[in-house]
């Protein structure tokens, strides 16, 4: 698991792995305890949240989102390393990208204009 999950694999690797533990996380609260038991697991999350890729980032996002969907079972060890900071941060990447959005859409009266 160190490998797939290392900075050095490739790209698609690192979405696929994250994409896995994000599915199954959110199908059913009985894999935390197999993905907790990962424990190399949440240092490259963390990691992962500040990577230059933004798909990265947001699927990493997505999987501790999804880690957290049922219950608190991962709450303490995302204090523990600190990524709940991280997590508040990557919300300006999401708010940046939705003013970006906002400010390219064209304003009611162009829109009615070029019908």
Known sequence: MNKLLNLSSPREVILDILMIVSDLSRMDKG???????ASVLLQ????????????????????LGNMCRHNGYFYSS??????I????DRCADVTEAGCRLLSSCPEPEQERDSK
């Open 44 to 63: 490259p999350l963390k990691e992962f949240l500040t990577h230059s890729d933004q798909n990265i980032r947001a699927k990493a996002c997505s999987a």
């Open 78 to 83: 995302l204090a523990e390393h600190q990524i």
């Open 31 to 37: 894999f935390y305890k197999y993905i907790g038991e």
């Open 85 to 88: 900071g991280l997590l508040i």
